[in-house]
T-cell receptor, first 115, second 116 residues
């Protein structure tokens, strides 16, 4: 089964509002990454947060990680119509044998920003 | 740099046909992988490779073969296409440091495959 599950599945907001997406995962991780995908295109990396970090910022993006709850959130502030896309979390998880060398993606959140 | 390239962009197959999806990267990445993306399912890992001559299975490997004879190329073979393999296929590559993905995955533009 997939490691990451995003919530909500879809989100519609007005331009200028903040958008928050959540990701939950099941097993221990090295890091967690967020990606964006515009319709019909490949994925583009947004931000990476290591397992020993709790919060990270990049421009209008803010990512938090709570390893005790096995969850992460992506906040996009002052959203723009151009932020309309699907957003995916991806986890680099480990097991007792060490690294799994697998980057597992969640099911994604479809964000629509209305102008 | 061209980044990650995939060919073809679109392909229509009949059930039972075989084909190879090509993927190449020019960034000297040791790690390469194949994902398929279906509506509502996100991306699922098919196969991956941590270096030339080394491949391993992902979440959904059945019906697919891979090989990694060079650092640059990582082709995905469909042995006998089935309608369930209709999907969009993405190839990705990255550096891998001590078994950890510390940097971004670079994705190709995708191959849209329809199996009739």
């Amino acid at each position: 089964s997939q490691q990451g599950e995003e919530d909500p599945q879809a989100l519609s907001i007005q331009e200028g509002e903040n958008a928050t997406m959540n990701c939950s995962y099941k097993t221990s991780i090295n890091n967690l990454q967020w990606y964006r995908q515009n319709s019909g295109r490949g994925l583009v990396h947004l931000i990476l947060i290591r397992s020993n970090e709790r919060e990270k910022h990049s421009g209008r993006l803010r990512v938090t990680l709570d390893t005790s709850k096995k969850s992460s959130s992506l906040l996009i502030t002052a959203s723009r119509a151009a932020d309309t896309a699907s957003y995916f979390c991806a986890t680099d998880h480990v097991n007792y044998g060490g690294a799994t060398n697998k980057l597992i993606f969640g099911t994604g959140t479809l964000l629509a920003v209305q102008p | 740099n061209a980044g990650v390239t995939q060919t073809p962009k679109f392909q229509v197959l009949k059930t039972g046909q075989s084909m190879t999806l090509q993927c190449a990267q020019d960034m000297n990445h040791e790690y390469m992988s194949w994902y398929r993306q279906d509506p509502g399912m996100g991306l699922r890992l098919i196969h991956y490779s941590v270096g030339a001559g080394i491949t391993d299975q992902g979440e959904v490997p059945n019906g697919y073969n891979v090989s990694r004879s060079t650092t640059e190329d990582f082709p995905l073979r469909l042995l006998s296409a089935a309608p369930s393999q209709t999907s969009v296929y993405f190839c990705a590559s990255s550096y891998l440091r001590a078994g950890e993905f510390r940097e971004t995955q670079y994705f190709g533009p995708g191959t849209r495959l329809l199996v009739l």
